[in-house]
């Protein structure tokens, strides 16, 4: 995914986000494990100045034939939100979303 708000000031200091919206309309962050008859299904992030990507594959590390489209939120934080927020606990995704009012 193309993002031009990810930029090298934010993946230094800063942090980016990525949310999935599931086929029920629920929202959760991911990285995420999703347990599927008897495997798992996970979505791992990464970013990198200019985009972010988002891989796919089952807990046995194969690639899944994927039939339905995925809904994904990117949310890119400047580093100078640490300093002005510092109620926000930076390793907990749902605190960094509260604390910044992200609306899925």
Do not use: C
């Not at 890119?76 to 300093?83: E, F, L, P, V, Y």
């Amino acid at each position: 995914m193309s993002f031009s708000d990810i930029t090298q000031s934010v993946i230094d200091n800063g942090a980016v986000l990525v949310y999935l919206k599931a086929s029920d309309g629920s929202i959760g962050q991911i990285p995420v494990n999703i347990p599927v008859s008897g495997n798992s299904v996970n979505f791992v992030p990464s970013a990198e100045v200019g985009s972010a990507t988002v891989e796919l594959f089952l807990g046995d590390y194969q690639i899944p034939n994927v039939s339905i489209n995925y809904e994904f939120k990117v949310v890119a934080i400047d580093g100078t939100a640490r300093i002005t927020h510092p109620e926000i606990n930076w390793n907990d995704p749902l605190s960094i979303s509260k604390g910044l009012q992200i609306s899925m």
